[in-house]
């Protein structure tokens, strides 16, 4: 099974911040990683799909970037509505997911 | 606009099979790259993912739940049915399923809440 790490498992941050997620996997997944958001009691948004793609509606104040096992996904300018837990998904070789980053209120 | 519902038993007693269906609309699994994958999380966990169909019937499986899965389809219904055997306490989660285009998991049903216990 492919593993993936994500850091740090929770971030404190304040609006109008910069926050920057990473995404390790145990084996190269080219660029078959997606990132998602979850709020509590509800179902995950895609965000960015083949590791920098925005979804239509996404603010383009998130990007992701990376290839190979290492990702990363970028919010600049943090707003009230971003803190939530982020996931990293790989869908090179089955599915796996990361363990989520916590976004929270500093 | 695409939608999915789960629907299925809230309470399973341990070594129960759990069956669970989606629902969805706005999209066909006769449709060329479509596809309905089912997720789990587990109350203050992470995602984990557990099976996979596509259009043409194409089926995958998280190799450490394989031999407890089972996933079909009934394309004129639009519906998928996940069914897990030998339920299990630590199987309690909350169930998604989604659907996949261009093998990416865009939308997502609410979930069902699915506890074990006897």
């Known amino acids: 099974d492919i593993q993936m790490t994500q850091s740090p498992s929770t971030l404190s941050a304040s609006v109008g911040d910069r926050v920057t997620i990473t995404c390790r996997a145990s084996?190269?997944?080219?660029?078959?990683l997606a990132w998602y958001q979850q709020k509590p009691g509800k179902a995950p948004k895609l965000l960015i799909y083949k590791a920098s793609t925005l979804q239509n509606g996404v603010p383009s104040r998130f990007s992701g970037s990376g290839s190979g096992t290492e990702f990363t996904l970028t919010i600049s300018n943090l707003q009230p509505d971003d803190f939530a837990t982020y996931y990293c998904?790989?869908?090179?070789?089955?599915?796996?997911f990361g363990q989520g980053t916590k976004v929270e209120v500093k | 606009q695409i939608t999915l519902k789960e629907s299925g038993p809230t309470l399973v007693e341990p070594t129960q099979t759990l069956t669970l269906t989606c629902t969805f609309s706005?999209?066909?699994?006769?449709?060329?790259?479509?596809?309905v994958a089912w997720i789990r999380q587990p109350p203050g966990k992470a995602l984990d993912w557990l099976a996979l169909i596509y259009w043409d019937d194409d089926k995958r499986y998280s190799p450490s739940l394989k031999s407890r899965l089972t996933i079909t389809k009934d394309t004129p219904k639009n519906q998928v049915v996940l069914t897990v055997t030998n339920m299990d306490p630590v199987d309690t989660a909350t169930y998604h399923c989604?659907?996949?285009?261009?093998?990416?998991?865009?939308?997502w049903g609410q979930g069902t809440l699915v506890t074990v216990s006897s």
């Open positions: 084996q190269d997944v080219t660029l078959w």
């Open positions: 989604a659907h996949i285009s261009g093998d990416v998991l865009d939308y």
């Open positions: 706005g999209f066909s699994l006769s449709t060329s790259g479509m596809g």
């Open positions: 998904h790989q869908y090179d070789t089955y599915r796996t």
